[in-house]
């Protein structure tokens, strides 16, 4: 691997937003890391999906946004063995599910009106406003659904079927993990009424989620965007929308694990994020085990670090919806 912030090389990859080449390399890492970290991190086997680049480079766009290179998304089976080792889809959208990101949303949604949500897992979402019409749109989790309300459709799918009949239209910790993140939106913006919403929810870089040394919820085949304020409104934007607010959210009970890491961890990172040295790997174990301690002992602070990041949108041509 090379070192941390390197100027713009030949051949720098476009950024996955407007196209335009990155402006800088932040590192390589190679992929036999990553498929290291993912096997006695993660207990997942993502040599299939990795090895075959070689390695990544992590790149900065002129946007702001942090992204791999190459774009490799994690498939339907990483996902059943990792989320369900994790429960992730219970924490992230369970039918109990708290999340501060999901108050901020409420926020945006009219009275009454009609809400997308993408990626809905199993519809965590929907309690949070109960007088909207919810329609969510999950191929892995739609079967599970008793309501009928939770299709198994992607969003593309959906946008050429019902075209654009929503007020408002969201996804939540969604858009970093898919390798196409300007064609995944402009789907979601295909099904917004003129005049109304979109809302992107992703994870802040930087955050305590960035400050951890080798963690492999970061990389490929899992995040492959890193996502600042500035590089949310760019893509707003760049769809045709008025980018309303950015909201810098904390941290709750389902991503508590991260704060207490990125408080006991003995390494922090700040230019350099993926390293094969004994020390990062000893640092990342120490810094868990001591968060699951501490998460059991000690409450949540009820202020902390942001670590999510909430785009909303405008969709232009019309009123407010």
């Not at 089976?77 to 990792?82: A, G, I, L, Q, W």
């Not at 919820?217 to 890193?226: E, G, R, Y």
Request: hydrophobic fraction near 45%.
């Amino acid at each position: 691997m090379t070192g941390a912030g390197h100027n713009l090389v030949e051949g720098a990859p476009p950024c996955p937003i407007t196209g335009a080449p990155a402006a800088r390399l932040v590192q390589w890492v190679s992929a036999r890391l990553l498929t290291d970290l993912w096997r006695y991190s993660g207990g997942v086997d993502v040599s299939g999906l990795l090895m075959p680049a070689r390695r990544f480079g992590l790149w900065e766009s002129p946007t702001g946004l942090i992204f791999f290179d190459p774009m490799i998304a994690g498939d339907e089976p990483f996902y059943r063995t990792f989320y369900g080792r994790i429960a992730a889809h219970d924490k992230l959208a369970g039918a109990r599910t708290h999340r501060l990101e999901f108050l901020a949303a409420a926020g945006h949604v009219p009275a009454g009106g009609r809400v997308l949500d993408v990626g809905c897992g199993h519809g965590g979402f929907r309690a949070y406003v109960p007088g909207a019409p919810y329609t969510g749109l999950d191929p892995n989790f739609a079967a599970e659904d008793p309501t009928g309300t939770i299709l198994a459709e992607t969003v593309q799918a959906h946008a050429d079927r019902v075209g654009p009949i929503y007020d408002v239209v969201c996804a939540f910790q969604v858009i970093e993990h898919v390798a196409d993140p300007l064609g995944f939106a402009r789907a979601m913006a295909a099904c917004v009424k003129p005049g109304g919403t979109l809302l992107v929810g992703t994870p802040l870089w930087p955050s305590p989620n960035t400050t951890i040394p080798n963690f492999i919820m970061n990389a490929p085949p899992h995040h492959l965007t890193w996502w600042t304020p500035g590089a949310l409104e760019v893509l707003a934007r760049t769809l045709g929308f008025t980018p309303e607010r950015v909201h810098a959210i904390g941290m709750d009970r389902h991503d508590s694990i991260i704060h207490w890491m990125a408080r006991a961890t003995p390494v922090r990172c700040r230019d350099r994020y993926f390293k094969p040295a004994k020390s990062w790997y000893a640092a990342l174990a120490l810094s868990y085990g001591a968060a699951l301690v501490l998460n059991r002992v000690l409450p949540l602070p009820p202020r902390t670090r942001p670590n999510t990041l909430l785009l909303a949108a405008r969709k232009d041509g019309a009123g407010p919806a």
